[in-house]
């Protein structure tokens, strides 16, 4: 599975930006797909995360409430809409693939498949 995350950029507090992740290769049925993000200096961090065949979905408390993942099955596509960002969402957001055996959905360690990673900053 081959990821490509884009939509990422610059935006003022308050702001809002939408994510995409798109796959090739084959299709998201049966992964858990999940967004983290990276700060400078800090550990990647779990932001979001959807099972693509039972549509279910999670939230870190620190985005819960301003954004929110979805998916286009159609298309082999999941996305985060960020609204009311906050310049502590600045950070690389990378989305991911886990496969089946993995049970979880917040240990990027347990992720097999990365995007290349999108930039957010959030200015004040």
């Known amino acids: 599975v081959q990821l490509q995350a884009s939509g990422g950029g610059l935006v003022q507090a308050g702001g809002s930006l939408r994510l995409s992740c798109a796959a090739s290769?084959?299709?998201?049925?049966?992964?858990?797909i999940g967004w983290f993000r990276q700060a400078p200096g800090k550990e990647r961090e779990f932001v979001a995360a959807?099972?693509?065949?039972?549509?279910?979905?999670y939230y870190a408390n620190s985005v819960k409430g301003r954004f929110t993942i979805s998916r286009d099955s159609a298309k082999n596509a999941v996305y985060l809409q960020m609204n009311n960002l906050k310049p502590e969402d600045t950070a690389v957001y990378y989305c991911?693939?886990?496969?089946?055996?993995?049970?979880?959905?917040?240990?990027?360690?347990?992720?097999?498949?990365w995007g290349q990673g999108t930039l957010v900053t959030v200015s004040s």
């Open positions: 959807i099972r693509w065949s039972y549509v279910t979905i």
């Open positions: 290769g084959r299709t998201f049925s049966g992964y858990t």
């Open positions: 991911a693939a886990a496969g089946t055996s993995y049970s979880g959905y917040s240990d990027y360690l347990r992720y097999d498949y």
